[in-house]
């Protein structure tokens, strides 16, 4: 008979050649007379949400929480199984409060797994259950499949799961439902305007908006402004043009409420009230006889406005010595407004004067000033365009008399065209990115016989991760890998050598191979065991810093042992999910564009073995715990804003668990690795 076999091997953390960031799973069993549906939430071996949806027998609705965290056990006759052990359950969601009944959390046990992690079975039993001596009797057959959010994500969906004010609910609505209005981590609208023959449209990478949509109507979109207010959209954009009003709204602005007034007179009255309501002026504009002026809370800013029939050039260097900054401007009923505000975020501005022409080639000059277009307006002299400092967008622009809306389209969902009307900086055109080269150095000791294929796995891995990275922020890579026979100090001294490095750039060396601390100590850090001669890691972050780059990094998966060898870890294996690749533009930047200074980290502590894992084969313990946890602190769903400091912490805390079952050189178990330098933002 043919046993069906199911493949684990699509989430397989430990094959991997990227841990990612974050995936959704589904997982579906039934106890007595009750279906169960889990929504598994995986971020790393430690972090695995789970919340579980069910109608008890009365027919009350209940969601329950708890965390799993996931291991490889082996029975006497050799049989594999993976298992997530879950812990700490409580309900989330009751709808009948008289129902006082709590949730015992459940169990995920994967059964039989072949050498290639493919399992036969799997099933379901809670912690109660799993204390009785015949357990198995309790065990209750599941399935499961992986949820892909862009398709299956719904508010619906979403809402089976957790209330509407929950952090995790909007957080997955704006990052992932609202991913089908348009994409994230792509580009956004950012201004627009309309010189009553053409559209202006100005669209970024890297700003805050997580979702956009648009709509040109005759008149004001009263009741479609309402819906996408409902689903936290708030007007980010508005212009008058060819007899049409364009709206842009926008998820993850951060503006908490939102007002307009649209009238034909300039509403000072309403703007004074509103500001005594802590709103501020986010978005005007003047069209068919009328403003429409938006206000919004969730911005601590302090403004000021200026009306008058010449654009009010001596007013705003006036407000530009008290830090007020140029955040709006409009032309109507013969006057330019000009809105400034306290508190804005820019560290810097210019702009040019109403000129009649499109002044192109200035701001392609700005741009290369680290400048970026942050407001643009048609008036009676013509077109003004202000451009600020501090933003480190990608710019582009279109110019077009009909709505570009194809065009939008395309820059939405990250596609690149080439059209005769556009007058626009090209692509992933942020100054920042455009000045910075990645240099990423790798030293592979992949002829090693016990460690070579583990140290090759952890050079593709870093490697792929570079680039992956280097087409997210638009920026230059090069890369050299040293692997094989070029694995000595000469080869590594004449590539540090022979880098050509500018102030703006980053380097990243990576060493996975065989180390040692030489006795008696001379450094905290190892010495990478080459071919000949031996080469201190420290010695390589001097020479590097040397160089003057913003950024230098130097990372070590070796041992920092009295000399030794690398070794193996006798763990059959790791987690059996693995996540989905998903970057914010904007933390990448802050890591890789933003971040200032030096850092030198090495896996191990003194006296300390370094592992891989499995058995030497696969990748480097650390290697793999540094590629997750850079991959999880600039995802979309990270909490944090992308933090080096994270990064390394993270690592050594997933190598240590990772490694915690095998005594080291120094009586302890696991690796601990550290480093030092300091990184600013």
């Excluded at 065009?407 to 009307?421: F, P």
């Excluded at 190892?526 to 020479?543: Q, R």
Aim: net charge neutral; hydrophobic share 30%; with cysteine.
């Amino acid at each position: 008979m043919k046993i069906k076999v199911f493949i684990l091997s699509f989430f397989l953390w430990g094959c991997s050649a990227v841990a990612n960031a974050q995936s959704f799973y589904e997982i579906k069993w039934t106890d007595d007379a009750i279906n169960y549906t889990a929504l598994i939430i995986y971020y790393d071996l430690n972090e695995i949400t789970v919340r579980v949806k069910y109608k008890t027998g009365s027919g009350n609705y209940k969601v329950a929480e708890y965390k799993c965290k996931g291991e490889y056990e082996k029975t006497a006759d050799g049989k594999r199984h993976f298992v997530y052990n879950g812990t700490d359950a409580k309900v989330v969601y009751n709808s009948n409060k008289e129902d006082k009944s709590g949730y015992v959390a459940d169990n995920f046990i994967f059964q039989n797994l072949n050498d290639k992690n493919e399992f036969q079975d799997l099933y379901a039993i809670d912690d109660a259950h799993l204390t009785k001596t015949d357990y198995k009797s309790y065990y209750r057959k599941a399935t499961f499949k992986k949820v892909d959010p862009a398709k299956e994500f719904t508010l619906d969906y979403l809402r089976n799961y957790f209330e509407k004010d929950e952090v995790i609910y909007k957080t997955l609505v704006k990052h992932y439902l609202e991913s089908k209005t348009s994409n994230t981590g792509s580009y956004r609208i950012s201004a627009l305007n309309n010189n009553n023959t053409e559209w202006n449209v100005i669209m970024s990478k890297g700003t805050v908006y997580q979702g956009q949509s648009w709509k040109t109507d005759r008149t004001i979109p009263e009741a479609w402004i309402k819906e996408k207010w409902a689903l936290d959209y708030e007007i980010t954009s508005v212009a008058y043009g060819n007899n049409d009003w364009a709206i842009v709204v926008s998820a993850g602005s951060g503006y908490t409420t939102q007002s307009y007034m649209h009238d034909a007179a300039w509403p000072a009255t309403w703007v004074n009230e509103m500001w005594g309501k802590d709103y501020d002026i986010t978005s005007v504009a003047y069209g068919d006889g009328k403003w429409m002026t938006v206000m919004s809370k969730g911005t601590t800013l302090t403004q000021s406005y200026k009306r008058t029939a010449e654009y009010p050039q001596d007013w705003i260097k006036e407000m530009w010595d008290k830090e007020y900054y140029v955040t709006s401007v409009a032309y109507g009923n013969g006057e330019w407004l000009v809105v400034m505000s306290k508190g804005a975020g820019y560290k810097g501005q210019t702009y040019m004067p109403p000129t009649t022409t499109y002044p192109e080639e200035w701001i392609k000059k700005k741009w290369a000033e680290d400048y970026d277009i942050t407001a643009v307006a048609w008036g009676a002299q013509g077109w003004t365009v202000t451009m600020s400092k501090g933003l480190s967008y990608s710019q582009t622009y279109q110019t077009s008399v009909t709505y570009p809306s194809s065009w939008i389209q395309n820059k939405w969902d990250g596609v690149t065209t080439t059209t005769t009307t556009t007058a626009a900086n090209p692509d992933n055109n942020n100054s920042n990115a455009k000045k910075t080269t990645i240099y990423l150095i790798t030293v592979a000791d992949t002829y090693d016989p016990s460690i070579g294929n583990s140290c090759r796995n952890d050079m593709t891995n870093i490697s792929n991760m570079m680039y992956k990275i280097k087409n997210e922020l638009g920026v230059d890579l090069k890369v050299v890998n040293l692997a094989g026979g070029d694995v000595t100090k000469y080869q590594v001294q004449s590539k540090i050598s022979g880098l050509s490095v500018s102030s703006n750039d980053v380097l990243l060396f990576y060493y996975s191979g065989h180390g040692y601390n030489k006795t008696p100590k001379v450094s905290d850090f190892p010495c990478m065991a080459l071919d000949g001669e031996d080469y201190l890691l420290e010695d390589v972050y001097t020479s590097l810093k040397a160089k003057s780059p913003r950024l230098t990094l130097v990372i070590g998966d070796l041992c920092n042992s009295l000399p030794r060898t690398r070794d193996g870890t006798g763990r059959s294996g790791e987690i059996a999910f693995k996540s989905s690749m998903n970057f914010e533009y904007n933390k990448l930047a802050r890591l890789f564009l933003q971040a200032k200074g030096s850092m030198i980290s090495t896996s191990s502590d003194y006296n300390e073995f370094s592992f891989s894992l499995p058995d030497g084969n696969g990748e480097g313990a650390f290697t793999k715990s540094f590629i997750a946890s850079l991959v999880k602190e600039a995802s979309v769903i990270s909490g944090s804003p992308g933090d080096w400091s994270n990064i390394f912490t993270s690592s050594y805390s997933a190598t240590l668990y990772n490694t915690s079952h095998i005594e080291n050189q120094n009586r302890k178990y696991g690796q601990h690795g550290f480093n030092k330098g300091y990184i600013s933002y």
